[in-house]
Each structure stands twice: as structure tokens, then as C-alpha cells.
């Protein structure tokens, strides 16, 4: 099982602060997804990257993946109460489609 | 509008005695899955199925069973249902190909006393 390291586990800041959060693996991915889970909710897809390199800007959330295409990360800008979740990277591979999620980085955002 | 359904979305049950969980999607999607997730240990797949009539293992299969008789349909059957299943349940479908998006549904939270 190729693992998928999320960091920091747990976030909790101020409204209108910065944020990174990180997805990590010593594999190649062929693509990566990034999902955000809120309380009581199943997760839903925010972004896909596919190209090592590529950002993808979703409002106030920038998504970059590595040029090695090992590592991912997701900046948030002006943090808002409303961007409070649990943040899941998921890679996608093999001939079954599998998605295999991170832990997770739970954000709080405080007003 | 486009939606995964699982039923029931609480249920508390008794050791032993043998449960059915619904999902049912209306993408007229290939790949369905399920997963439990949990404290500490994130989501985790149980089974999956590529397509009607076609299922298999994932990471943590032990003490659950499936069924794909229908493309829309997945249940995920608790023959026995011990203390150790206790878990939040998700079901997901996507399309079967790379790259594509999972939708989830709402979650089953399921308690086993």
C-alpha cells in the first residue's frame, strides 16, 4: 500500500489568517484529489491534479502539485469559520480505480 | 440533481444480529465503493465493484459482504456484527475510469453494542 502522509494532523487559527496544508508520498502519483469533509457530511472533491507543476487556484484556495509529483499542498488565503473541515488527499491507481485517502487535516477556523 | 443515498443515516444494533446498509446512486455510475472511517485510522475501503456483478476486497473486508445485482444499488451486509464495526460508513461512486470524482454519500453512522 503506497501511503499518503497529510500534515499537520490538526489546524486551528484565527479568521483571515494563512494556511498550508501537505500531502506527502514516497511513490509517484499518477493524479491526486483533494477532498474537503465537513462534520456530519461525506467529502466532497475540490480539485484534481494531473500535470507535476500544475496549480489550480478554486477562489481562495491554491492547489499545487510537485514537479516529482510526490507532494501536493493546498494554501488557503484569509481563512474564513466557513472553510472549517477535514481536508483528504486521495491518489487514484491500479486497474480498480481505487481512491486511497490520507488522514486528513482537520482545520478550524476561528471567528 | 445528481446524489448518493445511504440508508439508515444512525443505527444502533446488537452483537450478532445481522444488518443491511442501502446505497443507491442515480449517475448510472461503474465503480461503487465502501468505506468505514474512523478515529486516527481515516477512510478505509472495504469492497468495491467495478461494475453489475463484479466485487472484490479492499483494505478491510473482514466481516462485511456486498452485493452488485444492480448498477444503481450496493448494500453492504453486516452477517454478525461485532463491537470492533462500530464506525461511521461511507458509500461512493464514480465513474470507471482515472481521474474521476467520487461522490459519497451522506454516511451511516453505526453503533454495535
Known amino acids: 500500500t503506497q501511503l499518503l502522509e497529510q500534515s499537520p494532523q490538526f489546524l486551528s487559527i484565527q479568521e483571515g489568517e494563512n494556511l498550508t496544508v501537505y500531502c506527502n508520498s514516497s511513490s509517484v502519483f499518477s493524479s491526486l484529489q483533494w477532498y474537503r469533509q465537513e462534520p456530519g457530511e461525506g467529502p466532497v472533491l475540490l480539485v484534481t491534479v494531473v500535470t507535476g507543476g500544475e496549480v489550480k487556484k478554486l477562489k481562495r484556495l491554491t492547489f499545487q502539485f510537485g514537479d516529482a509529483r510526490k507532494d501536493s499542498s493546498l494554501h488557503i488565503t484569509a481563512a474564513q469559520p466557513g472553510d472549517t473541515g477535514l481536508y483528504l488527499c486521495a491518489r487514484s491507481g491500479g486497474s480498480n480505480y481505487k481512491l486511497t485517502f490520507g488522514k486528513g487535516t482537520l482545520l478550524t477556523v476561528n471567528p | 440533481e445528481a446524489q448518493v443515498t445511504q440508508n439508515p443515516r444512525y443505527l444502533i444494533t446488537v452483537t450478532g444480529k445481522k444488518l443491511t446498509v442501502t446505497c443507491s446512486q442515480n449517475?448510472?455510475?461503474?465503480?461503487m465503493s465502501w468505506y468505514r472511517q474512523d478515529p486516527g485510522l481515516g477512510l478505509r475501503q472495504i469492497y468495491y465493484s467495478m461494475n453489475v456483478e463484479v466485487t472484490d476486497k479492499g483494505d478491510v473486508p473482514e466481516g462485511y459482504k456486498v452485493s452488485r445485482k444492480e448498477k444503481r444499488n450496493f448494500p453492504l451486509i453486516l452477517e454478525s456484527p461485532s463491537p470492533n464495526q462500530t464506525s461511521l460508513y461511507f458509500c461512493a461512486s464514480r465513474r470507471g475510469q482515472m481521474n474521476t470524482e467520487a461522490f459519497f454519500g451522506q454516511g451511516t453512522r453505526l453503533t454495535v453494542v
Open positions: 449517475m448510472n455510475h461503474e465503480y
